[in-house]
């Protein structure tokens, strides 16, 4: 049931009732811009930016568990009431961009009836509670495929899309990116157009990001979308040997009688080296004594070892 503000109803600026001051979460508050503030013959009041939309309704009136009304605010009025309700933490609050994007992916979805509405109600209340990316958590759902989500991406964004499931890089234009960078933002150089290098990224890169990637590359680049998981294997390919050198130092410094390099401390070390040396002045002088006494130590070895086996 949903409303606009009329005289026979109190308004948000009339204040909020304190039992319903955090009756809604933030992040579903921030999410759907609504907040509810009073009661009115059996419902609660809920100021909401979009006072016709279903899946707000639906979303508040579950969590609430009782009957509510939607009453139309402005956008400002219901962020000034939540911020007071919730101070913001700056880094947590969805910035004005990211809002758009994240609504513009919704419609986009829903208009083209490539999820539902309760798909699309689902993964709306996962981001208020996680705040991860919408696209990312319907394809967690299983709800639109990863194709369809860089299909979407690309439209959105106006960004051309790569295919790299067959795709043979050529490894002096794709290790340009320094493994822990490609890694951490899934982005790898693909090839070079001009004075221009093409990025395959997973996802857009932020203007940070971007700038990051061009003062490692020192070169402009161009971001071109590519299926998450086909970038995250050419990443390893094209990396291998970084993470064979990464495992290999790993096992010599936390495992190393499973390293394939034999690691000695610089005892052992400094006990061989005494050891050497006491077999060279044996030899220079009982030479013959010194040999038989060596072929005698191998010998035994060589039985130990083969019982051992």
């Known amino acids: 049931m949903t409303t606009t503000i009329t005289r ?52 508040v009136s579950e969590r609430l568990d009782r009957p509510v009304i939607l009453v139309k605010h402005t956008v400002n009025e219901i962020i000034e009431v939540i911020n007071e309700a919730y101070p913001p933490v700056e880094a947590e609050v969805e910035t004005p961009e990211a809002r758009r994007a994240r609504m513009q992916m919704a419609q986009m979805l829903t208009r083209s009836g490539l999820v539902t509405s309760e798909q699309l109600q689902r993964a709306m209340l996962e981001y208020s509670r996680t705040g991860d990316p919408l696209g990312d958590i319907l394809v967690s759902h299983e709800s639109i495929s990863e194709d369809v989500l860089v299909a979407a991406l690309s439209e959105m964004h106006q960004m051309q899309r790569v295919g790299l499931a067959d795709f043979e890089p050529d490894y002096d234009i794709s290790r340009r990116l320094p493994e822990p960078l490609a890694r951490r933002l899934q982005a790898i150089p693909v090839a070079e157009s001009d004075d221009t290098l093409l990025i395959a990224v997973a996802r857009p890169l932020s203007a940070d990001d971007a700038t990051d990637v061009e003062e490692a590359v020192g070169q402009p680049i161009r971001q071109l979308l590519a299926n998450r998981a086909d970038l995250d294997q050419l990443i390893q390919r094209v990396h291998s040997s970084f993470y064979a050198d990464v495992s290999t130092q790993y096992l010599m ?34 030479p013959v004594g010194t040999a038989i006494g060596l072929v005698g130590v191998a010998s035994a070895v060589y039985f130990v070892v083969s019982v051992y086996k």
């Open 8 to 59: 026979s109803l109190p308004r948000l600026s009339d204040g909020i009732d304190e039992s319903l001051a955090h009756a809604i979460p933030e992040g579903i508050c921030r999410t759907f811009r609504v907040m509810p503030y009073s009661y009115h013959e059996g419902h609660v009041l809920v100021a909401a930016a979009d006072a016709d939309d279903s899946i707000t309704e639906h979303v």
């Open 253 to 286: 410094e936390n495992y190393p009688e499973q390293s394939a390099h034999v690691v000695f401390s610089p005892v052992q070390k400094a006990v061989f080296i005494m050891a050497a040396v006491i077999i060279v002045i044996c030899a220079v002088i009982w």
